[in-house]
């Protein structure tokens, strides 16, 4: 979203750190917000359409029955249905649960079909049932394995059980890095993030 003052971001081969966004979610990149960021009117099918129809070329056209909007479509269903919210796919996403809504993000990047996805603080604002319900969704979706997920988050329950590889930063360094099992008994984390060694 910001354009670097410096340096290069290389993804699959290729420098994209000029590119608008729109260019980047088409070579398969999606992300997610920390402020939940969704058309409230639209319904959450047509949030999820969408963003599918983002990763066309043609992202113009929203309504017709183009093969392009077909493809979005179903991708949209698809993703929706993973996301567990096929049965609100019809209600307007400003009407859905604070959970329904970071899911629908979630929904949203993934019928991007993306090869990386970047989630920024799935769980920020749930409540302890709708971030273990977020968790058991999410589990789900990188044991598919068929993309590579960046998550930032601060519910470090949450890190531990889904990642297999965190890097922890704190105030503005990195003071860990690998494994989750290595990482819990890193003296630096415990003392930064995890109350100190019991």
Not at 43 to 52: D, P, Q
Not at 77 to 91: E, F, K, N, P, T
Not at 106 to 123: G, I, K, N
Not at 139 to 165: I, K, P
Request: hydrophobic content about 45%; overall charge neutral.
């Amino acid at each position: 979203m910001l354009k670097p003052s410096r340096g290069c971001i290389s993804f699959a081969g290729e420098d994209i750190a000029g590119l608008s966004a729109p260019r980047i979610c088409q070579r398969g990149i999606a992300r997610t917000f920390q402020l939940t960021a969704l058309f409230s009117q639209m319904t959450a099918r047509e949030n999820a359409r969408l963003a599918a129809q983002a990763r066309e070329p043609r992202r113009w056209q929203f309504y017709g029955g183009s093969s392009v909007f077909s493809a979005a479509g179903r991708r949209a269903d698809m993703a929706l249905a993973r996301l567990g919210l096929s049965a609100v796919a019809d209600r307007p996403a400003g009407l859905l649960s604070h959970g329904d809504q970071r899911l629908l993000e979630v929904a949203m990047a993934l019928s991007q079909a993306p090869r990386l996805l970047l989630l920024d603080e799935p769980t920020q604002g749930l409540s302890v049932e709708e971030t273990g319900q977020a968790v058991e969704v999410l589990s789900g979706l990188l044991a598919a394995g068929n993309m590579s997920v960046l998550l930032v988050e601060h519910d470090m329950e949450v890190v531990f059980r889904l990642a297999q590889r965190i890097t922890v930063l704190h105030r503005g360094a990195v003071i860990a890095d690998g494994p989750p099992d290595e990482v819990r008994q890193d003296a630096g984390v415990q003392t930064a993030y995890l109350g100190g060694f019991a």
